[in-house]
């Protein structure tokens, strides 16, 4: 069973320039998530999808973040314009859905630097 | 928000030495996970515990939810060297799996 897939692995940017990550879920997992994980912490909730429609984005600065996930598989994060405060990992999750587990599945995370 | 702390934050060991991470909190969760992580990867799911006072074994790591459910602990029996990683604890907040995770306990075990 093939993993989480995010891209790009690594992106450097200068401040005020925008960028997009783009994760693809498990096969069949109908919830995806995006964290935001700062070195030293543990990784913070910036939104969740429920298929295609938005179930929690109330830590996402939604002045400079975006997210979608428009035929309810694949998913992009983007930011415009990005702070020095946005470096970190952001890593993609998903997991089956309510009435499981609620076991989550990472991909490797995009390590962002914001010079 | 439903915080969880996690004591120590960093933790060196020798190999074959024992060792005991803490994760507190003091809103009652429905069920928490233990998750490690390495460098350069996401965090991978190591159990969840569900019912208070339950005790799950996992090989050498033994982790123990709290009879209240606002705690619990990871216990790992004579660290071996692959064991060492960031071990973050997340509580599951809502009935969608919304996670709340703690800050990690880095923990290196060197040969």
């Known amino acids: 069973e093939a993993g989480v897939a995010q891209s790009p692995r690594y992106k450097i940017i200068e401040k005020r320039q925008s960028v997009a990550f783009w994760c693809n879920p498990i096969?069949?997992?109908?919830?995806l998530y995006w964290y935001q994980q700062i070195l030293g912490q543990g990784p913070k909730l910036l939104i969740q999808?429920?298929?295609?429609?938005?179930?929690?984005d109330s830590q996402l600065p939604k002045d400079r973040f975006s997210a979608e996930r428009l035929k309810g598989v694949d998913s992009t994060l983007k930011i415009q314009p990005a702070k020095l405060e946005d470096s970190a990992v952001y890593l993609c999750?998903?997991?089956?859905?309510?009435?499981?587990?609620?076991?989550?599945?990472f991909g490797p995370g995009t390590r962002l630097t914001v010079t | 928000t439903q915080l969880l702390e996690q004591s120590p934050q960093f933790l060196s060991i020798q190999e074959g030495e024992n060792l005991t991470v803490y994760c507190n909190s003091s809103?009652?969760?429905?069920?928490l996970q233990w998750y490690r992580q390495e460098p350069g990867e996401g965090p991978v799911l190591l159990v969840t515990?569900?019912?208070?006072?339950e005790v799950k074994k996992l090989k050498r790591l033994t982790f123990q939810f709290g009879d209240a459910r606002k705690d619990s602990s990871l216990h790992i029996t004579a660290a071996q060297t692959g064991d060492t990683g960031l071990y973050l604890c997340?509580?599951?907040?809502?009935?969608?799996?919304?996670?709340?995770f703690g800050a990690g306990t880095q923990v290196v075990v060197t040969p």
């Open positions: 999750a998903s997991s089956l859905g309510p009435g499981g587990n609620y076991e989550q599945y």
């Open positions: 096969s069949g997992h109908a919830t």
């Open positions: 999808f429920q298929n295609n429609g938005v179930v929690d």
């Open positions: 809103s009652v969760f429905s069920s």
């Open positions: 515990v569900v019912t208070g006072g």
């Open positions: 997340a509580g599951v907040v809502d009935s969608w799996g919304k996670l709340q």
